[in-house]
């Protein structure tokens, strides 16, 4: 056959996406199924014996990262791989994740059933907590393959009940013992849903990120002076929340302040004695700023703590700051970007560049190798909630794009 | 001897203000005797063990009020009472309350060792729970006494630990015979710190408060949307803690746009998911607004309701409000406000008309007989924290002050 001809199978993609959306299903459409738990067991079970059925040679490795492989013409050429992870946010969504996992699956399948011999080998990945939810941080696996995290720390992490990640890794049976370290590869591609609006809102079918934001995360603290609000005129007060207000919205009108290519918000704040009738006298809030441009952003956090040191001053509150953590942007491999565009635009879907707000595992391969991402839209831009969704028609044409692209680089000798 | 020249004993009001700060004393310098526990039951048992030194009649009703009576010599006329109350806040400060108990108490030693003979029976109280800092609400048992409260609701209250008001009461020995039921009274006078910082920041001795402020509360809830922060752009979204920002500089900046006479402030906030990197979806915030004019404070929140609707707009996040409580503003009897001006005047003593920002028992009392209260500088204008603080100097002037209108009420006939 002409390989060009070659499809996923589309119902087969919607039933194992559905099949896999049972596991931890809420009650409100969505999906809970946290690193390491019992539902994450049961889907690694199930997506375990998916890749046997279809010859794969599975391995565990020591992070409970599992693989399948399968074997090329050129056995020992660097593999193409893909993959994405099965664990989700609690009350998350049925594709965060899944969708990259399922779609790599299907891409196997069809592979398999059509007797595809590649020139490289082809492997399916599923990283372990991605997420990052019940053990912090997010993406720990994919580090520790990529050695960039040290295997023993995150052994060592533990969640709110005091349960630690690597007794939880042994006790559902996932603790393999391959090594957690990279091999060289020759590309690695990972298809997600794009958990924002923008594709949906312009009508495109395929996302081609040329790469993911910096991330600078910050942590403000502001001291107050409580009193009884009764009788403690306006005049003179040092309100804590008052001040934190006012840094707030300046955290949201610094984007368009700095000329726009930029996100930041405000998502947490902690507001102490938190009393109605007492005047605050301490609030802690994060900053959260991504953009493409680093000097851009940490020209944005230059202006704000400007704007909070005035904010401060306004009300008597002394401030503290913390710079917590700074991640560069990656863009990721030209070639493999390219790649993608081509076989959207050969496969006749619409597509649109652009880049990720969020981490991904790809950003841990894209530091070891070439490394690209295929993006559908979110209906409504809504994720990380139950009501996070994407049509079946989108999730096949990815499916496709990542299947041509993996075919294409497999051959590449 | 003329009773013009009478004077309390300064040293002796001292000495039993620090006899109280040592029982709950916190390592901060402040105290914490929360309503019915072991410290408060020691605090009343040297009470009790001091009224009866000086002969008084003890009587404890069934709310734990603690009554000392000093017969007058038309022993059937209503009497002239003073007191306050023995419990703290958390954490909570040596004057709040004690210094009223301990003035009324300095002013009947002064009473009886001068053998002053009254027309009308003299009492103290020590009013059970006003803080409403251990079981809610505040000022329960005066509360209860003056009829406006349920006797046995107020038994039934529960505090963080789910112990009963009623069987703490019983625990600590202090549930009484008598009933908790007003009798006719001529006059209450209650002495009290500011807790705010007007008398000291205008040099005054003495504060006169013409009245209590009114004091409304109000429940602000505001829906967001949640999404990733990283691959959602500023433009369309829904962030509700950005919302709650603009209606807090809102509450912050109503008082000045109504004209003055107020204050408004947002004590309490809560955020949902509270996660750095999500979008806020939901915030619950409170606002509280005092005045002396219960018109002025309405008409500020209607404004408010238009400010917050419009960041509501603005932010694309629908609002809901709850109109939580309304309390009137009370004004105190004009003649015993007259008569502490006239009375400070002539104990050389400066003074200052003014408004009570915080509810007090003399709050019921006020509802049932000519009530006022005495107001001493708060050092700083802190309260309610262990840093709050008063002179010795002041405290004597204050308990001079309750003296001479005790007599001139008690002599009333």
Known sequence: MDLSDLRVNGERLRASLEEMAKIGATPGGGVQRLTLSDEDKRARDLFVGRLEEIDLEVTVDEMGNIFGRRPGKNDELPPVFSGSHIDSQPKGGRFDGILGVMGALEVMRTLHENNVQTERPVLIVD????????FAPAMVASGVWAGKLDRDWAYSRTDRDGKVFGEELERIGYKGSAPAKAWPFHAYYELHIEQGPVLESIGKTIGIPKGILCLHWYDVYIEGKANQVGPTPMEGRNDALCAAAEMILAVQSVPARMGGNMVATVGEIQNYPNSRNIIPDGVHFTVDIRSWDDHLAINAWEQLKIDFQAAAGKNGCPIRFEETWRVEHTPFAEKLVGLLAQKAEALGYSSHHMVSGAGHDASYMN???????IFIPSIGGRSHVEVENSTWED???????????????????
């Not at 990283?127 to 019940?134: I, L, Y």
């Not at 999730?395 to 000798?413: P, Y």
Request: a negative charge.
């Open 395 to 413: 999730c096949e044409s990815g499916a496709n794009v990542l299947l041509h692209c993996m075919i294409e680089s497999a051959n590449e000798v």
């Open 127 to 134: 990283w372990t907590n991605e997420e990052g939810s019940r």
């Open 367 to 373: 530091m070891l190798g070439d490394a690209a991402m």
